[in-house]
Protein backbone atom coordinates (compact mmCIF):
# COMPACT_ATOMS: atom_id res chain seq x y z
CA UNK A 1 0.00 0.00 0.00
CA UNK A 2 1.38 3.43 -0.71
CA UNK A 3 2.06 5.32 2.00
CA UNK A 4 3.79 9.31 2.16
CA UNK A 5 4.95 10.86 5.29
CA UNK A 6 5.83 14.29 5.26
CA UNK A 7 7.76 16.01 7.88
CA UNK A 8 10.34 19.09 8.29
CA UNK A 9 7.40 21.58 8.91
CA UNK A 10 7.94 23.84 11.60
CA UNK A 11 7.79 28.19 13.30
CA UNK A 12 10.61 30.17 11.00
CA UNK A 13 11.15 33.72 10.91
CA UNK A 14 10.71 35.57 8.05
CA UNK A 15 13.44 35.32 5.52
CA UNK A 16 14.40 31.77 6.97
CA UNK A 17 14.77 28.49 5.84
CA UNK A 18 12.86 25.04 5.58
CA UNK A 19 12.87 21.97 4.22
CA UNK A 20 9.93 19.33 3.78
CA UNK A 21 10.73 15.82 3.13
CA UNK A 22 8.44 13.39 1.70
CA UNK A 23 9.07 9.82 1.94
CA UNK A 24 6.98 7.37 0.52
CA UNK A 25 6.58 3.52 0.72
CA UNK A 26 4.76 0.94 -1.45
CA UNK A 27 6.05 3.45 -4.67
CA UNK A 28 8.95 5.08 -6.14
CA UNK A 29 9.16 8.18 -6.41
CA UNK A 30 11.60 7.60 -9.50
CA UNK A 31 8.52 6.59 -11.82
CA UNK A 32 5.71 8.94 -10.82
CA UNK A 33 5.43 13.16 -11.19
CA UNK A 34 4.92 14.41 -7.22
CA UNK A 35 3.40 17.63 -6.31
CA UNK A 36 3.58 19.58 -3.16
CA UNK A 37 0.35 21.93 -2.70
CA UNK A 38 -0.03 24.29 0.31
CA UNK A 39 -3.86 25.08 1.82
CA UNK A 40 -3.58 28.12 4.28
CA UNK A 41 -6.90 28.31 6.27
CA UNK A 42 -10.05 30.10 4.57
CA UNK A 43 -7.99 29.74 1.13
CA UNK A 44 -8.29 27.46 -1.86
CA UNK A 45 -5.53 24.54 -1.79
CA UNK A 46 -2.49 25.66 -3.64
CA UNK A 47 -0.32 23.67 -6.63
CA UNK A 48 3.06 24.40 -5.18
CA UNK A 49 5.55 22.54 -7.28
CA UNK A 50 6.00 19.29 -9.37
CA UNK A 51 8.59 17.11 -10.45
CA UNK A 52 8.26 14.79 -12.94
CA UNK A 53 9.76 11.17 -13.61
CA UNK A 54 11.94 12.99 -15.89
CA UNK A 55 13.34 15.42 -12.73
CA UNK A 56 11.56 18.63 -14.74
CA UNK A 57 10.17 20.99 -12.47
CA UNK A 58 7.71 23.61 -12.16
CA UNK A 59 6.66 26.37 -9.54
CA UNK A 60 3.79 28.50 -8.78
CA UNK A 61 4.30 32.54 -9.96
CA UNK A 62 4.41 33.25 -5.75
CA UNK A 63 7.10 30.86 -4.77
CA UNK A 64 9.39 30.60 -8.25
CA UNK A 65 12.90 31.64 -7.73
CA UNK A 66 12.19 30.75 -3.64
CA UNK A 67 11.21 27.03 -3.76
CA UNK A 68 12.69 24.45 -4.99
CA UNK A 69 11.55 20.75 -5.06
CA UNK A 70 14.37 17.72 -5.55
CA UNK A 71 14.29 14.31 -5.22
CA UNK A 72 16.69 11.73 -4.16
CA UNK A 73 16.23 8.25 -5.62
CA UNK A 74 18.05 6.31 -2.86
CA UNK A 75 16.09 7.67 0.09
CA UNK A 76 12.89 7.57 -2.23
CA UNK A 77 12.19 11.01 -1.05
CA UNK A 78 11.36 14.12 -2.44
CA UNK A 79 11.93 18.00 -0.99
CA UNK A 80 10.88 21.15 -1.33
CA UNK A 81 13.84 23.68 -0.05
CA UNK A 82 12.11 26.76 1.08
CA UNK A 83 13.59 30.26 1.19
CA UNK A 84 13.39 33.47 1.91
CA UNK A 85 9.84 32.65 3.67
CA UNK A 86 7.21 34.89 3.74
CA UNK A 87 4.23 35.07 6.39
CA UNK A 88 2.17 34.49 3.17
CA UNK A 89 4.15 31.67 3.18
CA UNK A 90 2.26 30.11 6.14
CA UNK A 91 -0.03 27.17 5.55
CA UNK A 92 -0.10 23.17 5.80
CA UNK A 93 1.38 21.65 3.02
CA UNK A 94 0.83 18.30 1.67
CA UNK A 95 2.56 16.08 -1.05
CA UNK A 96 0.63 13.84 -3.40
CA UNK A 97 1.65 11.46 -5.93
CA UNK A 98 -0.65 9.68 -8.08
CA UNK A 99 -0.45 5.35 -8.43
CA UNK A 100 -2.84 2.83 -9.76
CA UNK A 101 -4.94 5.81 -11.01
CA UNK A 102 -5.42 6.91 -7.24
CA UNK A 103 -4.32 10.09 -5.79
CA UNK A 104 -2.15 9.86 -2.64
CA UNK A 105 -2.08 12.70 -0.16
CA UNK A 106 0.93 12.80 2.84
CA UNK A 107 -0.69 13.93 6.59
CA UNK A 108 0.85 17.27 5.88
CA UNK A 109 2.97 19.34 8.10
CA UNK A 110 2.34 22.85 9.23
CA UNK A 111 4.90 25.63 8.01
CA UNK A 112 4.45 28.77 10.17
CA UNK A 113 6.07 32.30 9.05
CA UNK A 114 6.02 34.39 11.76
CA UNK A 115 8.36 37.19 14.06
Known amino acids: QVQLVESGGGLVQPGGSLRLSCAAS????????TDWYRQAPGKQRELVATITRGGSTTYADSVKARFTISRDDAKNTVYLQMNSLKAEDTAVYYCKVRALGTDYWGQGTQVTVSS
Open 26 to 33: GILFSFRA
